[in-house]
Structures are given as structure tokens and as C-alpha cells.
């Protein structure tokens, strides 16, 4: 079987121990995610990592998945997952900055950023964690630009032509190394996360992955990208607005003047 066929086949890599039973949390972000929650959760879970933890970080989403989130601590059990309550609608990035930061604080060694609504599969992570651990990454990106990846068909050419943009222009402006800049996959170490100071980061929306990935590569640290198949979200809506565009279009601008 040709490599790429096998990186996008529907079974999960089974890792040795002790990578098999890491403590890994994965903060899951949810604005409105009520008939996604449940189906990424039991993929999670029948996932070959035994340490494997579950936060979900909800914005007190008008369509009950807060609720549903409750529920599912019940079923697996609030040692298996637990549940950020937030007040309301902030963002990406302060779901993400306030989960981590959780995470971090319950003893997570590893923590994963992924998308709610499924088009990230939870079937690539014993993968991402095998490549961090075996070549001594400190973050590795799900990424959507190094060979061997692809994108949905369902994209229209204008999304693959804006996205393909935001990452061209970040490149040009940040030399970050980094092929896909705005994904929004990646598996953490806490080290990595406590060394870049994830509390104090303030971008939301697209510019908060593109921050990250910034002060990663200010602190020396090496980021490993790993080819998936990035798939169209299965219910629902995209939260990022108009406003997330433009703060997308500004940071890396004041990024770069920061650093001169
Ligand atoms: N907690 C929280 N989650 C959010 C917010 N905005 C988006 N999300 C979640 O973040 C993930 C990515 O958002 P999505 O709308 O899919 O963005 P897209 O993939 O770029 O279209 C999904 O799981 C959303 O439910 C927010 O303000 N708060
Ligand atoms: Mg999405």
C-alpha cells in the first residue's frame, strides 16, 4: 500500500507502550456542536490511547451542547471527561487558551487542539503522537499543505483559494517554516505549551493558531507537519466570521512589527 494511501486509511495506528497509555487530554472547542459532540466523542474514545482524556470547552451554545456535554460526562464518567462551562460566545482562541490551561493544571502530558464538527479525524492522533514522539517534535500540525495531504471536495474554489491565500501571505510575512499556518489540528506537548506561555495569548479565530505557531518557532522549538485529509465539517454551520478574517488579515502584521 502506497504511504499516503495508508495515512488516509480508516483505521487508527496502534502505538507500543508507554506512548500507547499517554496522558493526553483533547480540548474540544464547541459553539453549537449538539449532532457533531456525540459522534467525535465515541470516535475519540474507540481510539487505541488509553490515557486518553476528553475537555470539552463550551461557549454556553444557544443550541444545548453544553447540556449534551453534561451528558457524556455522565456516560464515559468525569475522570474520562469533563466539561468547561464558559459564559458565552468568545472565540476560538479563548476557548482554546482556557481548556490548555486546564489541561495543563490536571496533569496532561499531551494535548490536542481539534475542530468539534469532525473534519479533523480523531483517527490521525496515535499517528501525530507517534511522529512527536519518535522524532522529538514539540508540536506536530494535522496539515492540510505538505504532500501526501488533501482537502475536501466539497470546498468550493473560493474557500480553497482564501485559505490557500491567509497561508501564503503569513508565510511571506512571518518565514515561520510552516507549511500550513491556520491549521487548526495539532498535538501539543504541556512542555511546549508552559514553555510559549499559552495563558497570555490573546488572538482568537485563524490569527490565534497563526500566534502560536509564532512564538513556537521564537522559542527554538520544532514543529513537524503531518500530511491529512482535511474533511468538510458533518453538521452544522462555520462559527468564523467577517470579523475573524480581519483580525486573521492584521496579526500577523503586528506580529512582525512587534519583532523588529
Ligand atoms: N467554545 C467555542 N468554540 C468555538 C467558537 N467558535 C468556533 N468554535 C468551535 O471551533 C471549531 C472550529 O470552528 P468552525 O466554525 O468549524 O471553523 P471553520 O472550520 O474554520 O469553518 C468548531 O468546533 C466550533 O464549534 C467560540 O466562540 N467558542
Ligand atoms: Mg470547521
Known amino acids: 500500500m502506497a504511504l499516503q494511501e495508508r495515512s488516509l486509511s480508516g483505521s ?97 502530558e499531551f494535548v490536542v487542539q481539534m475542530d468539534s464538527d469532525l473534519s479533523h479525524s480523531p483517527q490521525y492522533l496515535p499517528q501525530m503522537l507517534g511522529t512527536l514522539l519518535a522524532t522529538n517534535a514539540d508540536v506536530v500540525i494535522g496539515s492540510r499543505y505538505v504532500c501526501g495531504a488533501s482537502l475536501a471536495s466539497e470546498w468550493s474554489w473560493q474557500r480553497k483559494a482564501l485559505s490557500a491565500f491567509a497561508n501564503l501571505y503569513v508565510r511571506v510575512l512571518l518565514h515561520l517554516g510552516v507549511r500550513d499556518v491556520t491549521a487548526g489540528f495539532k498535538l501539543w506537548r504541556s512542555s511546549t505549551l508552559k514553555a510559549i506561555d499559552v495563558a497570555s495569548v490573546r488572538s482568537n479565530g485563524y490569527s490565534f493558531q497563526v500566534e502560536m505557531n509564532y512564538r513556537t518557532v521564537q522559542h527554538g522549538l520544532k514543529i513537524v507537519e503531518l500530511p491529512i485529509h482535511f474533511a468538510d465539517r458533518r453538521e452544522g454551520d462555520s462559527k468564523m466570521s467577517l470579523k475573524v478574517q480581519l483580525e486573521s488579515a492584521l ?10
Open 251 to 260: 496579526m500577523p502584521l503586528s506580529l512582525r512589527r512587534r519583532a523588529r
Open 12 to 108: 487508527a495506528a496502534e502505538l507500543p507502550e508507554p506512548w500507547r497509555s499517554a496522558a493526553l487530554t483533547v480540548v474540544l472547542p464547541t459553539y453549537n456542536e449538539a449532532a457533531n459532540l456525540p459522534v467525535i466523542v465515541a470516535e475519540l474514545f474507540g481510539l487505541p490511547l488509553t490515557g486518553l482524556h476528553i475537555l470539552v470547552a463550551d461557549d454556553n451554545s444557544p443550541d444545548g451542547t453544553g447540556k449534551i456535554a453534561d451528558e457524556l460526562a455522565r456516560q464515559y464518567g468525569p475522570d474520562r471527561l469533563s466539561v468547561l462551562h464558559r459564559p458565552g460566545k468568545q472565540g476560538l482562541g479563548r476557548a482554546y487558551v482556557d481548556g490548555m490551561t486546564h489541561a495543563i493544571n490536571a496533569g496532561a
